[in-house]
């Protein structure tokens, strides 16, 4: 399905598909393999699972001892929640001063295929999984996210503006787009 202001020709759909195909197809496989149920995990005390980007054993990140795996896949999941809220209500205010925006809510989700968005109603929401990637990388979504606030779209302003702020960002996006599939509980 392509969008498109009610006035835009068939002719000018077919280029920009055509122009940008390769760029549709490579994500489309991408949410296709974001959807796919990920890898079974181990919940042991020695299990080792991301934060911030680094691995840490279970036992490092949750109280492990008498607890089921049912029961540590429930409070690690808690404690990424917690972490993520942390450090977006830290790191987010830097971004949007420097932005001169401000969103209506920030909250923190759970879901399989975003890292963040924005609505028309200026409501932020990011992925709990963010406290796995390293900080620079949850920076990138804060100000990807923060920059939906002044461009509503991935127009060429828009991605000028998330420059401005993080030259390199396209290094995060491919770290998310490498990485993303090893962040899961």
Known sequence: MVKVPNETSEETIIRAVEHHGKWILEKTHQLAEAR????????QDQGKFLHLGKEYFLHELIETEELNEEELKKNLKKFYISSCKKIIGERISRYQDQLRV???????????????????????????????????VIDYVIIHELCHLLHMNHDRSFWRRVGSIMPDYKEKEAYLARHGQSMTL
Not at 36 to 43: C, D, G, I, L, S
Not at 116 to 126: D, I, Q, R, V, Y
């Open 36 to 43: 796919k149920a990920p890898k079974t995990r181990e919940y």
């Open 102 to 136: 401000k969103p209506k809510t920030i909250e923190v989700v759970e879901s399989k295929t975003k890292w963040g968005s924005c609505s028309s109603n200026k409501n932020l929401t990011f992925n709990y999984r963010l406290a796995m990637a390293p900080i620079e």
